[in-house]
């Protein structure tokens, strides 16, 4: 179910490369992040629904002030029937993200319906880095950071002072295995 459009990796990666490891996010920190971040979508369309039914729709008693239940009974829809679609949708989006490494480099696809592809190639590899956060510590995921010499420069420079560094290239984020997966890239970059 998380993966509907990308089961045929021949779309993304040429048929002479061999897929060495294939791998997801882990599905617990899926699971936690969509939950929580669909609780706060699911609150700010509630109160974006609240104010613009006070404001403009004209739910009024007789006496002409705004009535209060209907429109709590609206709000109360919005959040009980949207909060379990956007938990949904959120945790498909992030278990569609699939990380490839073959023999020529990583490959990152992303997205349920329109689909982005990031490729590295290992001979550009320049930097390879691991992030733990206390989330994937607890379930014994991690993240890898690949930079490379053309890398994403970030900064800025306000009244001749500033700070710029190079962010990395592919994020392989929170996923099962993070240290065999950081040695096969080490590994495969050296060839």
Not at 113 to 127: E, G, L, M
């Amino acid at each position: 179910m998380a993966d509907w459009f990308n089961n045929d990796l021949s779309d993304y990666i040429d048929k002479k490369e061999k897929v060495v490891v294939d791998v997801r996010k882990n599905g617990k920190i899926c699971v936690w992040s969509s939950v929580i971040s669909a609780f706060f979508y699911a609150l700010f369309i509630t109160f974006f629904i609240t104010i613009f039914s006070i404001f403009i729709s004209g739910f009024t008693s007789i006496t002409g002030e705004p009535n209060f239940t209907i429109i709590l009974v609206l709000a109360s829809f919005a959040f009980v029937c949207g909060y379990p679609l956007l938990v949904w949708l959120i945790y498909n989006s992030q278990r569609s993200a699939r990380y490839i490494l073959t023999n020529h480099g990583i490959y990152d696809i992303r997205g349920l319906i329109f689909k982005s592809v990031k490729f590295v190639a290992y001979n550009q590899i320049t930097d390879v880095s691991i992030h733990k956060g206390p989330i994937q510590s607890l379930f014994g995921a991690g993240s890898i950071g690949v930079g490379t010499a053309s890398g994403n420069v970030v900064g800025s420079v306000s009244e001749g002072s500033g700070t710029i560094h190079s962010a990395n290239e592919l994020d392989i984020e929170s996923v099962d295995n993070y240290k065999k997966i950081r040695e096969i890239i080490i590994k495969n970059r050296k060839k």
